[in-house]
């Protein structure tokens, strides 16, 4: 009966090592995926600053354009 005991908490720590590992896997995945995101969020958050920027200058040289326009006599 001992035996049999032991043969079975065998089976039930190589069932935990296995899923210890799949677990661990799916961590480091995750973990990869996580880090991918986030770089792409970084570079679209610059491309989303450098875009703001340009909307920006370009709004302030129309409403110089605009405001030079009302002041030249016609």
Same mark, same amino acid.
Do not use: F, H
């Given at each position: 009966m001992?035996?049999? %005991?032991?043969? &079975? =908490?065998r089976r039930? /720590?190589? #069932? *935990? +090592? $296995?899923? !210890?590992?799949?677990?661990?896997? @799916?961590?480091?995945l995750?973990?990869? %995926?996580?880090? &991918? =995101?986030?770089?792409? /969020?970084? #570079? *679209? +958050? $610059?491309? !989303?600053?450098?875009?703001?920027? @340009?909307?920006?200058?370009?709004?302030?040289?129309?409403?110089?354009?605009a405001?030079?326009n009302?002041?030249?006599?016609?």
């Amino acid at each position: 009966m001992e035996r049999a %005991e032991n043969e &079975r =908490l065998r089976r039930v /720590a190589q #069932q *935990l +090592d $296995q899923g !210890n590992t799949s677990l661990c896997l @799916e961590n480091l995945l995750i973990m990869q %995926e996580n880090d &991918r =995101l986030r770089r792409k /969020a970084q #570079q *679209l +958050d $610059q491309e !989303n600053k450098a875009l703001l920027a @340009e909307l920006k200058q370009r709004e302030q040289g129309t409403s110089a354009s605009a405001s030079t326009n009302l002041k030249q006599p016609k």
